[in-house]
């Protein structure tokens, strides 16, 4: 049974006979809905009284929406339940990771490209000072992945890098700045995301680092803090194949299973050798590199007795519990391990203070200071990655008329934050006295593709300049440039005759695709605080002061030329 006077709860033996007697007076079924993390459930379609009073569960995860509607989902959820309930968001980029009107402060690779931990501080305080003023109580972050492969669609800009020092630096700043709040940090993903180019909502990826490697990055980063008391790990869908066959040499390749579902890698790798006591959670088991393991009726209680203690989402909540109780009466699963796990979520909630929580009182977010603050991150973070052709500053007197081609700029896909950019480029840009004509990929002038040569170009601008909107996603498998398909038409062939800016506003590593480029910039997130601080860069109102955290060179001799 684990042993709750330790890291990380430090309980009372007064404090563990409580939970012990808590947890002999719950039902099974209670006990069960424990170790569900459910889907934040809408207060417009679900009566959320009768739900949580129905399934018990130990957390839900709610998706952005309006202030007043969150905290009294919130609110309503938490008064239903018997036992509080843990309340969590992607808090990754600020505020806006749970209310709809929050701030986004920023991705974490620019928080880690202003090289100074101070901005990775904020960004936590930011959005837990948001986050607690509605009733959430937990946040799906600090991302410690480390971004090692530059083709992997989803780490990318929501990690610090790819240097683990910088990330240990700026993930400690940003649980510092979670915990003021009082709001719980839950480190991801456990073994590690960003070696791999793939994702896991749509397979189980691999971490297919050797076991001394892994130890000498992925795991200095969770050793380090589980030494320091980290109380929750989210585990990934990711495979970890040479510490599976270091605890288990006999192993073949067809038994090497993703950490959600291996007990070498939990009760093994994390739990004994790096001494994790805590509470382990899944990521979200609707994704297909999680049901890909096995029939989901023998991967939900594979996943308990791996180690982990609570599971997140559901694909039919009344299907799932009925799995884990079948396993129950099957033995397949053991009362004993379910009431570890129990036991855990309850010293986890505990050790919190969520037992003696209130709820929230009158929201009083200060949203101008919080945008202050994003703005000086902002400042600091934009990175001039290469000018070859001098073409900056870019100001009036030598590009009077601006053709702006702005790539990706739509708001769907799982983890986009911001939406369009091109209005704020285009009026921005007139604000300043520049003529800016925005390409129309939706009206395409075939003249223009099939015949027009340099001289045309030049009659109709001075500079073109190219903004990358393309956000990391989920469920797709690349974030790379995509011309239109005809002819390439909105690609600059014309960039060795009219000058040419390409910045990237969501994804470092856009140079491998347009290696030519004379002038190209990184600001890794896409909020107007950025937007701004690029545009007073580059028309030489203010240094650029960004230090790249990962290489936008992408390991290629033909970028840097």
């Known amino acids: 049974m684990v042993d709750l006077t330790k890291k990380p709860y430090y309980l009372t033996e007064k404090q563990v006979q409580l939970l012990q007697r808590k947890l002999q007076e719950m039902t099974l079924d209670e006990k069960i809905g424990q170790l569900f993390f459910v889907i934040g459930q809408d207060e417009d379609q679900v009566n959320i009284k009768e ?22 989902q919130l609110a309503t959820a938490q008064e239903a339940s018997d036992i509080p309930l843990f309340f969590s968001a992607n808090l990754e980029s600020g505020g ?42 937990m946040s799906f972050s600090p991302i410690v992945d480390i971004d090692k492969n530059f083709r992997n669609p989803i780490t990318n800009t929501r990690t610090f890098g790819s240097d683990q020092e910088r990330v240990i630096q700026m993930a400690a700043a940003q649980i510092k700045g979670l915990q003021e709040n009082d709001i719980i940090p839950v480190i991801k993903h456990f073994p590690g995301d960003g070696v791999d180019e793939r994702d896991q909502h749509l397979l189980s990826t691999v971490n297919s680092l050797s076991a001394d490697d892994w130890m000498a990055s992925y795991g200095k980063i969770y050793q380090t803090f589980i030494d320091q008391g980290t109380s929750s790990i989210m585990i990934g869908h990711i495979l970890q194949p040479a510490w599976e066959r270091k605890l288990s040499p006999e192993i073949t390749d067809a038994e ?24 382990a959670i899944t990521d ?36 799932d519990y009925a799995f884990i109780k079948k396993a129950l009466e099957n033995g397949t699963l053991k009362l004993a391990r379910i009431e570890e796990a129990v036991l855990r979520i309850l010293a986890t909630k505990l050790t919190h203070g969520l037992f003696e929580a209130k709820p929230p009182e009158k929201m009083t977010v200060n949203l101008i200071e919080h945008a202050e603050k994003a703005a000086a991150a902002a400042k600091k973070s934009v990175t001039l990655v290469k000018d070859r052709d001098q073409l900056l500053p870019m100001t009036v007197a030598r590009y009077p008329r601006i053709r702006l081609v702005v790539l990706g700029d739509s708001d769907d896909g799982g983890f986009k934050e911001g939406g369009k950019v091109s209005d704020h480029f285009q009026t921005q840009l007139e604000a300043l006295g520049f003529e800016v004509s925005l390409y129309d990929r939706q009206q395409l002038d075939f003249h223009e593709i099939f015949e027009e040569g340099i001289a045309e170009m030049k009659e109709k601008f001075d500079l073109a300049l190219y903004v990358a909107n393309i956000e990391t996603a989920s469920n797709q498998t690349t974030t790379r440039l995509d011309w239109i398909h005809l002819m390439a038409a909105d690609a600059p062939w014309f960039m060795k005759s009219v000058p040419t800016i390409f910045v990237s506003t969501a994804n470092p ?49 033909s970028t840097k030329l």
């Open 51 to 72: 739900f949580v009073q129905t399934y018990r569960p130990g957390g839900m995860m709610y998706r952005p929406a309006s202030a007043d509607k969150i905290k009294r």
């Open 96 to 137: 806006n990771g749970i209310i709809s009107e929050g701030t986004w402060f920023g991705m974490p690779l620019q928080i880690a490209a202003t090289d100074e931990p101070i901005h990775a501080y904020e960004l936590g305080n930011v959005a837990g000072s948001e986050a607690a003023q509605v009733g959430c109580n």
């Open 256 to 279: 090497l299973r993703p950490a959600s579902a291996s007990k070498r890698l939990i009760d093994g790798l994390l739990r004994d050798v790096l001494g994790f006591n805590g509470l």
């Open 284 to 319: 979200a088991t609707p994704m297909i590199g999680y049901n890909a393991i096995l029939p989901r009726e023998e991967l939900l209680p594979a996943t308990i007795n791996a180690g982990i203690d609570m599971i997140l989402f559901n694909k039919n909540i009344d299907e």
């Open 509 to 557: 590593y856009h140079l491998f695709d347009i290696p030519a480029v004379s002038t190209y910039i990184n600001t890794y997130t896409g909020n107007k605080a950025s937007i701004d601080a690029v545009i007073r860069k580059m028309t030489g109102t203010e240094a650029f002061e960004g230090i790249s955290p990962v290489d936008p060179f992408c390991g290629d001799f």
